[in-house]
């Protein structure tokens, strides 16, 4: 046996993996945490919605988290600048959104389960193997064993390859866009982009601003969604501006694949990124990997077969909204479509609610067509019946 024989061994420390190592550690379990790149910013817009805020709060306040609150800051979606819609609020409303940078966001992660007694091991897994009598992992320092293990390894992940297999290229996302420091604003944006079909993001941070632009890997290329970026941004760069660029990959999983996912299996289990878990239309992924982090040990803690109860956990509880966005997707992003809803967004306070209740992850797609429709939005919610059918572009 190894030094650092452990019950169960987590590989990445993005928000997946610290939250499901945190969830093992304080119910009990010997756990280590494999992870080099701390501290380390993440390609991502930092929009951490009121349901993932919720799904940590009992170890991680939204009070302690610094970032910038979205009641604090006005939400602009359209084609340009045409629409806008309020974010902030009003009466009772639960709609929250806290943007933050993803360095001081998985660092509390990450020490709120070492505070639970996981083990951090900073080191790279490269490579890992799963037999019949346990896992062994090997680092760039030496090699470890453990009974089980949890994939958080991320989009390209490495424990993903070893067992169910990669992500296909159809099935991803690409984002790319900068971390403007020295610019900050008061202002998240989000514009529809039909060609390609996609959007244009800018959230505001507390010393820069995130931009950047997401669309279907297999509709678009690096070089011109960058351009488009770049032409959103010429106002806010000036001299004295530093931008740091980042490109990174996105799950973004169409119906069939998510029907034939395979999330966990004898000694392994995947979470977060590693296991596609991602809105393909909003792009929110953080809520999904905590999420099913804690899904994942609440099904490792549990009694017996925790591989299948995770599995059916995820098939009753996330895949159903995920395959209800994918089915939406195409036609989402199209200029019939957005045309439409920017009509109606400019026109109707009630789908501006609906809408930015959307995108704060209050509104889940299976009663969208029903919402829009008690707005009298009449068309809006045809044609969205349409694309869900596949009928209509
Ligand atoms: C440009 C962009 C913008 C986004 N904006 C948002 C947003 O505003 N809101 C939102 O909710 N989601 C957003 N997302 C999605 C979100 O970033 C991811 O869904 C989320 O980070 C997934 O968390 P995770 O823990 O599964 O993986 P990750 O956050 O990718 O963490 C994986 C961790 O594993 C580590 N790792 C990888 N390989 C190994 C290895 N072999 N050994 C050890 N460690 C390893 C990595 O270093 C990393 O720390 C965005 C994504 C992108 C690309």
Redesign the pocket.
């Known amino acids: 046996m190894h030094e650092h024989d452990t019950d169960i061994s987590v590989?990445?420390?993005?928000?997946?993996?610290a939250w499901a190592a945190r969830q093992l550690a304080a119910g009990g379990m010997r756990v280590a945490l494999?992870?080099?790149?701390h501290p380390r910013e993440?390609?991502?817009?930092?929009?951490?919605t009121g349901r993932a805020l919720d799904e940590i709060a009992a170890a991680v306040p939204a009070e302690t988290l610094d970032g910038v609150a979205v009641e604090d800051a006005s939400f602009h979606a359209g084609l340009g600048d045409e629409a806008s819609v309020d974010l902030r609020p009003r009466g009772a409303s639960r709609r929250r959104l806290l943007v933050v940078d993803r360095r001081s966001f998985d660092a509390a992660l990450l020490e709120a389960a070492i505070r639970a007694g996981a083990e951090h091991i900073r080191e790279?897994?490269t490579d890992v193997l799963v037999g019949s009598d346990g896992v062994r992992l090997q680092t760039n320092r030496r090699s470890y064993r453990c009974s089980r293990v949890i994939g958080?390894?991320?989009?390209n992940s490495?424990v993903r390859r070893r067992t169910a297999g990669p992500l296909a290229r159809a099935d991803l996302s690409i984002?790319t866009?900068y971390f403007v420091f020295g610019e900050t604003s008061r202002d998240v944006r989000v514009e529809f982009v039909s060609a390609p079909p996609g959007y244009f993001w800018s959230?505001p941070r507390r010393d820069h601003l995130a931009v950047?632009a997401?669309a279907q890997a297999d509709a678009a290329r690096v070089g011109p969604l960058a351009a488009l970026v770049t032409e959103r941004i010429r106002d806010a760069v000036r001299p004295g501006r530093q931008l740091v660029r980042?490109s990174?990959p996105?799950p973004s999983l169409g119906p069939a694949s998510l029907a034939r996912e395979q999330p966990a299996g004898d000694r392994w289990f995947l979470?977060?990124?590693?296991a596609g878990l991602?809105d393909p239309i909003t792009?929110?992924?953080?809520?999904f990997?905590i999420r099913s982090a804690s899904l994942a040990a609440e099904a490792i803690l549990g009694v017996a077969d925790a591989p299948a109860r995770y599995a059916s956990a995820l098939r009753r509880e996330i895949y159903p909204e995920l395959s209800r966005a994918a089915r939406l997707k195409r036609g989402f992003f199209s200029g019939p479509f957005t045309r439409l809803l920017v009509e109606a967004l400019r026109q109707s306070q009630p789908v501006r609610e609906v809408m930015a209740d959307l995108v704060a992850g209050e509104q889940p797609y299976k009663t969208l067509k029903r919402r829009l429709l008690a707005t009298l939005e009449v068309r809006l919610a045809w044609r969205l019946l349409l694309l869900e059918m596949g009928v209509a572009r």
């Open positions: 590989v990445g420390a993005g928000p997946a993996g494999f992870d080099a790149s993440k390609a991502c817009g930092g929009g951490i790279r897994v958080a390894d991320g989009v490495l984002a866009g959230f950047g997401c980042y990174w996105i979470a977060g990124d590693a991602v792009r929110e992924g953080i809520f990997a």
